[in-house]
């Protein structure tokens, strides 16, 4: 080979290493510490809004339950004569009582709670709350 195309060649090698990527430093080690664990899980897993939403559907809940048991549950016992307090019927079947009536409350508080939080999806989504 004559010199100069070995010149070229060389300074070719050379131009090759200089563009090829060095490579990335190490990432640093996670920090350790227990507070900073703690924050990491509380920001991944969103624990705060967990916890509101928790909180908020026990009350809601409770809300609803009152709705069904004093305002829902009277005017069925209106609308519908010998059921005054339905809650307290009961069907006796030998020595076994059977609390059907709070049965029936629960099933209608259940219900309704369902379609409480069905109509507040639909809203929020209409909103685009997400």
Partial sequence: MPKDEE????????????LEPKPAPPSPPPQKGLWKEFMDFLS????MGLA??????VYLGALVQ??????I????GLA???????????ITVGSQNFGVGD???ALI?????AFVIFLLVKITKKWGIE
């Fill in 80 to 90: 519908i004569p010998g059921l005054g307090d339905l809650a307290t019927y009961t």
């Fill in 7 to 18: 010149e070229i060649l060389q300074v070719l090698k050379e131009i090759k290493t200089l």
């Fill in 44 to 47: 991944k897993y969103k624990v």
């Fill in 103 to 105: 049965f029936l409350v």
């Fill in 66 to 71: 009152s709705l069904v048991k004093n305002l």
């Fill in 73 to 76: 549950m009277p005017i069925i």
């Fill in 52 to 57: 509101v939403a928790f909180i908020m559907g």
């Fill in 109 to 113: 508080t259940f219900i309704i709670v």
